[in-house]
């Protein structure tokens, strides 16, 4: 039944790799907080990568060093070979929020990444309306960004994420503060276009069923300090629905993987009267409505 | 409207109980005012104090808006001349007219020193707290796009501060002609605050009145004009409106 994932193998040519990276912050009145120690994570070309881990594992941060945001404290970020020094055209991030900038229009906001790249003015306006058409979005070009729902502000930023051709797509809990239904559609919409596009695509998210829905791989993030604790391959057929058997029952896998993390996290921000059983209430499988039908 | 209609019945009657040297009516007012429009009194003074607000202002925007910039990204701008502009707001800009006058003479020079130094510290303050309260999720997202220096102060962290900075620029903007009219008033040299000065020295009352009016008029018709169609418009393109 689970022999559906097994241990990612290495082999492929790597287009990202994160070489014993580790991240530390100054903390307020001395010392240091790290939230990266040691992490050792290689990416294919092509593949969708999925790092799944409770809030404050190092999530954002790795995707930050990819992206040239910040730094490694020590350690080194490759991207094809190359040293990461700063942000560059290859690599593009999408944000929880859709980080769109509420005085252009879906339009502008688009051509945006095209508009600093320096590329000529004809040639923006037909590939902003390529890519506006492929997320569906082209009959609201002109619309201003709060003029959209929270769905379709999305689309909006996948297509400006897009729209400069990049190798790497990074997505940081793109879909976390949508409703289940558009995060379902959207979700569908990610696959095909990252099958069309073969983009390397590295998604963050805590939602263990959609990494599993979603991913080639999931990395299973632990927390202090944040490192990669479990790296699953998923070998599930394409296309995928969130309710298949295959998806559900490797979720439960994942997900007892997590909650093992979750609860050291709750451990050491509650007392210690906190126990993993809850509140100490007997419970009582008689009494669940429906169980055991 | 009606208001204003009742006020201005109102004030005709007191002014026909009191001693009509003292407390010119309405009519009298509007006697000024046609007189003083007519006679290019009014006119030329209306003109000349607006370009002088115009130039001072100007120089106060652009430095008020390059110096907020500075403050809130420059640490040692912030540790310097940050405290010098706490404590130079303290002081109320027509006290800056003995030294302006001091310094540079009795010249044009002189009240536009008292206009720009009345006018750019509440932009400058105003701007420093807009760049500081742009969404950092903004500028990493430019970032990744490729918007660095110059490219990501003028796509980005400016337009973003927009709605701050305007504020500032509203404020500066009632600060400039408030210093203005007060530096013409003490200062002298053509002006609506000379006419005012002019009207106290002939204990023309009417006069007096007529030029509050028009300074009245145009503070109003510009605010209104110039920054409320400005904040309007770009209430309506971020969408501040709805919620
Ligand atoms: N700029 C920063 N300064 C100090 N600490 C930070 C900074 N950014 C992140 N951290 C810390 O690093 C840890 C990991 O953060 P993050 O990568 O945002 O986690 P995640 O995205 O998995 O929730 C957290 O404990 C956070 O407090
Ligand atoms: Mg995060």
Redesign the pocket.
């Known amino acids: 039944m689970v022999d559906t994932y097994r241990d990612a193998k290495a082999g492929d040519a790597p287009i990202i790799e994160v070489a014993a990276v580790t991240?530390s912050?100054p903390r307020e009145g001395g010392g240091e907080?790290t939230?990266l120690a040691a992490v050792d994570l290689t990416i294919r070309r092509g593949e969708f990568v999925c790092l799944c881990?409770?809030?404050?594992?190092?999530?954002?941060?790795?995707l930050?060093l990819i992206a040239g945001l910040e730094h490694p404290s020590s350690g080194e970020v490759r991207v094809r070979g190359a040293r990461v020094e700063g942000p560059g055209p290859d690599r593009t991030v999408m944000f929880q929020e859709s980080a769109l900038f509420p005085w252009l229009s879906v339009r502008s906001n688009v051509a945006f990444p095209l508009e600093m790249a320096g590329v000529p003015k004809a040639e923006r306006d037909a590939r902003v309306e390529r890519h506006l058409r492929m997320v569906h979005l082209w009959r609201y070009r002109d619309a201003q960004p709060h003029e959209l729902s929270g769905g379709m502000r999305q689309r909006a930023a996948l297509a400006r994420a897009l729209v400069n051709d990049p190798s790497i797509l990074m997505m940081?809990e793109p879909f976390a503060a949508l409703d289940a239904q558009t995060r379902d559609v959207l979700h569908g919409e990610l696959e095909r276009i990252w099958v069309e596009t073969g983009k390397t695509v590295v998604f963050?998210t805590h939602n263990v069923r959609e990494a599993v829905r979603l991913g080639d791989r999931v990395i299973i993030?632990g927390t202090r300090p944040?490192r990669v604790k479990r790296d699953l391959e998923v070998s599930l057929a394409r296309p995928r629905e969130p309710n298949d058997r295959d998806v559900a029952s490797l979720s439960a896998v994942v997900e007892r993987e997590l909650k093992i993390e979750i609860e050291k996290v709750i451990r050491e921000e509650l007392d210690d009267a906190w126990t993993p059983a809850g509140n100490g209430l007997p419970r009582d499988s008689h009494r669940g409505m429906g169980d055991g039908i | 409207m009606a208001f204003l209609a009742i006020l201005i019945a109102a004030w005709a009657t007191a002014s026909r109980l009191g001693e009509s040297y003292l407390f010119p009516g309405p009519d009298d007012v509007a006697a000024a005012l046609y007189t003083g429009f007519k006679s290019g009194i009014l006119t030329r003074a209306v003109a000349k104090s607006m370009a002088r607000l115009l130039v001072g202002y100007s120089v106060s925007l652009v430095a008020g808006v390059a110096l907020g910039c500075a403050l809130a990204r420059v640490k040692l701008v912030k540790e310097t001349v940050g405290l010098l502009v706490l404590g130079l707001q303290a002081v109320p800009s027509v006290c800056w007219l003995p030294l302006a006058l001091l310094w540079f003479g009795l010249n044009e020079m002189a009240i536009q020193v008292v206009v720009v130094l009345g006018s750019l510290l509440s932009i400058a303050v105003a701007t420093e707290s807009a760049v500081n309260t742009v969404p950092p999720l903004l500028v990493r997202a430019a970032r990744t796009m490729g918007a660095e220096g110059a490219a990501l102060w003028w796509r980005v962290i400016l337009p973003a501060s927009l709605p701050g900075v305007l504020s500032g620029a509203r404020l500066g903007w009632t600060f400039a002609w408030r210093s203005l009219l007060a530096g013409e008033l003490l200062f002298v040299s053509g002006g609506l605050g000379q006419v005012l000065e002019f009207g106290r020295e002939l204990h023309d009352m009417a006069l007096v009145l007529a030029v509050m009016a028009v300074i009245i008029a145009l503070g109003l018709a510009s605010d209104h004009l110039l920054f409320g169609r400005l904040e309007r418009r770009m209430r309506r393109v971020w969408g501040h409106d709805r919620r």
Do not use: A
Request: proline fraction near 5%.
């Open positions: 991240k912050w907080v939230s881990g409770p809030s404050g594992c190092g999530k954002t941060t790795i930050n940081d963050v993030m944040g």
